[in-house]
């Protein structure tokens, strides 16, 4: 049949993922980096996945479609809630059980603010001289870097709710691979802040909610959000935006964003 239905131009879609989150019913996917209409069936044409697209990717189209199947839409949301419920089910569990013992999950917490950074030796100088410079010179010249993570655990998918930690914390929230991408993170994003870590797509949860309990129920005082710029980090920034704006509070906040080579590109 003839009826109208959207059309993706994957040459001007960015990947944000907005379009398939906004469609109730389950007709988009990101799909290596590009929204897909993978259901047509599942595309009731009302064109919910519109108003929100940044790059005006998404437009109506009349062609030949297979028609709405409300009731194929009906049974796909219930087995999608049904996993969620069988994940958090999961996730409750496995809480329970560390907090029976586990110490990978035990609570920690760390007083890194007055912990110097140690002297150390210099990558390439086992033999005690480069560049023409005596060992103790050497040695004196290099600061061993210090870790400034300030508790355990960093997982977002681990982490309390509510913890001594976060009483009158300044919160980093920041994609997995920012670490590994930029090399001074320790000292200049996470020093004096609780971090909280994950990837969205990795996990392929959505984090605000809990971020939202965290944010509301702690006297937190600025949130910091770190990502790379690869478009599935959008969906950590929109979690934790969306969890500024629904905890109630008025917090000052910021979007760093880290290149795949290493640099602040904002």
Not at 177 to 205: Q, S, W
């Given at each position: ?12 879609c960015?990947?944000?993922g ?20 993978t259901r ?23 062609r ?88 355990w ?114």
């Open positions: 049949m003839v009826r109208k239905i959207i059309h993706i131009d994957e040459e001007k960015n990947g944000c907005i379009c398939a989150d906004a469609c109730h019913e389950g007709a988009i996917e990101i799909i290596d980096g590009k929204a897909k209409l047509e069936n599942f595309c009731d044409g009302f064109g919910d996945c519109l108003p929100g697209c940044p790059m005006g990717a998404i437009t109506f189209e009349e030949e479609a297979p028609a709405y199947d409300a009731q194929a839409v009906k049974k796909a949301q219930e087995e999608k809630k049904m996993g969620e419920m069988n994940a958090d089910n999961m996730e409750a569990m496995m809480h329970e059980h560390h907090e029976g013992g586990c110490p990978g999950s035990r609570m920690m917490q760390f007083k890194r603010e007055d912990m110097p950074a140690a002297p150390g030796v210099m990558p390439g100088m086992a033999q005690g001289m480069t560049l023409g410079m005596a060992p103790e010179a050497a040695t004196a010249a290099y600061v061993k870097p210090a870790s400034r993570l300030a508790q655990p960093c997982q977002i998918k681990l982490l309390p709710t509510q913890a001594p930690f976060f009483n009158g914390a300044k919160l980093l929230i920041a994609a997995d691979c920012t670490a590994y991408a930029y090399a001074n993170m320790h000292e200049d994003f996470m020093k004096g802040r609780v971090t909280l870590i994950g990837c969205p797509k990795l996990d392929a949860v959505d984090y605000s909610e809990k971020l939202t309990e965290i944010i509301r129920d702690n006297d937190i005082k600025s949130v910091t959000i770190v990502r790379m710029e690869v478009p599935c980090c959008g969906g950590l920034q929109r979690a934790a935006e969306t969890a500024l704006r629904n905890s109630g509070k008025f917090i000052p906040w910021q979007v760093v964003t880290i290149s795949r080579d290493g640099r602040i590109l904002d």
